[in-house]
């Protein structure tokens, strides 16, 4: 699982893989934490890009089972 934290309003949370492919779309409307399972995902590099309103932010982070 990845924790993300700070949600303050509506949220997006996309998930990419290296090439760019979507791999999931999550939207979170609750203040706090969300989390985002990888169980099923291959090993290796990914990004995170929240959406908050106009601001965005993205994380790259590594799968390893």
Do not use: C, W
């Amino acid at each position: 699982l990845v924790n993300v934290t700070g949600i303050k309003s509506t949220t997006v949370i996309s998930m990419f893989d290296v090439s760019g492919q979507l791999i999931s779309v999550k939207q979170e409307n609750v203040n706090g934490v969300t989390s985002i399972s990888v169980k099923g995902l291959a090993d290796g590099i990914y990004f995170l890009r929240i959406s908050e309103g106009e601001k965005i932010i993205t994380k790259k982070i590594q799968v390893q089972h």
